[in-house]
């Protein structure tokens, strides 16, 4: 399938012609389109983030992979970004928010994810991610619709506002049962929580096993909240 790039913002046309695209077929039209300014954030948590990654380096190697710590993600993740980094051959860029565990309790007191979420998730993840998506045009993640409801329409390209960016989704139309039959078919590595019950990982501290049907039940639990702010 041949895709061009459009310099028209119309991303309806677009998506009308990616949406049939394969993964592999949509990160190669966002590389030949954004390269060298497309980078690709992974969680190393969920594994479809695992998927994404394995395709991408088939298709192109030298974008960007982009983690965001921290500082309080589980062993097995950043065990996981070690092992990729050696299965792979590549560099994962770690992104540190601007404070530590130490200054943030010093600032918020402690616990702040325990008592103020969103405030915690802004520190931590949200203002880390619009700095280190800065000096890009384009960015791919590895949402997909069937994640939960409040991913059911995420288109596979769209203008994100929230960081004046091209947000690049090649997983949105696969299933959950699309992405393990690729990693059982190609044996790629993924974080070992998966196999312990756990359906949607983040930060050890505000992850528990899904309380419910929805994966992401088990993310934030005792809250309202069900995402981290970054795919506003
Ligand atoms: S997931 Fe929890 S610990 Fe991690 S940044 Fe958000 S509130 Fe803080």
């Known amino acids: 399938m041949s895709i061009h790039s459009?310099?028209?913002?119309?991303?309806?046309?677009?998506?009308?012609?990616?949406?049939?695209?394969?993964?592999?077929?949509?990160?190669?039209?966002?590389?030949?389109?954004?390269?060298?300014n497309l980078a690709l954030t992974c969680s190393f948590s969920g594994a479809s983030g695992m998927v994404l990654l394995d395709v991408m380096l088939r298709v192109n190697r030298d974008i960007p992979v982009l983690v965001l710590d921290t500082d309080v993600l589980f062993d097995e993740t950043y065990s996981l970004i070690d092992t990729v980094e050696r299965h792979?051959?590549?560099a994962?860029?770690?992104?540190?928010?601007?404070?530590?565990?130490?200054?943030?309790?010093?600032?918020?007191?402690?616990?702040?994810?325990?008592?103020?979420?969103?405030?915690?998730?802004?520190?931590?993840?949200?203002?880390?991610?619009?700095?280190?998506?800065?000096?890009?045009?384009?960015?791919?993640?590895?949402?997909?619709?069937?994640?939960?409801?409040?991913?059911?329409?995420?288109p596979v390209v769209a203008w994100n506002s929230k960081h004046s960016l091209v947000k690049i989704c090649p997983l949105a139309t696969w299933t959950e049962r699309d992405i393990w039959r690729y990693i059982n078919?190609?044996?790629?590595?993924?974080?070992?929580?998966?196999?312990?019950?756990?359906?949607?990982?983040?930060c050890h501290t505000c992850t528990s096993h899904p309380?419910?049907?929805d994966p992401r039940s088990g993310r934030w639990a005792g809250f309202a909240k069900t995402e981290c702010g970054l795919h506003g």
């Open 6 to 36: 459009s310099a028209s913002p119309d991303f309806t046309h677009l998506n009308g012609l990616l949406e049939p695209a394969s993964p592999a077929e949509i990160i190669r039209w966002a590389a030949t389109t954004y390269a060298p």
């Open 88 to 90: 792979y051959g590549i």
């Open 92 to 154: 994962v860029q770690r992104i540190r928010p601007t404070i530590t565990l130490d200054q943030q309790a010093a600032q918020h007191g402690p616990d702040l994810y325990a008592h103020d979420p969103d405030r915690c998730c802004a520190i931590r993840k949200v203002e880390p991610l619009a700095r280190a998506l800065k000096p890009y045009a384009a960015w791919m993640t590895a949402l997909r619709r069937d994640q939960s409801s409040t991913r059911a329409s995420t």
């Open 185 to 202: 078919e190609h044996d790629v590595p993924y974080n070992p929580l998966l196999n312990q019950g756990y359906t949607s990982i983040g």
């Open 211 to 213: 309380l419910n049907g």
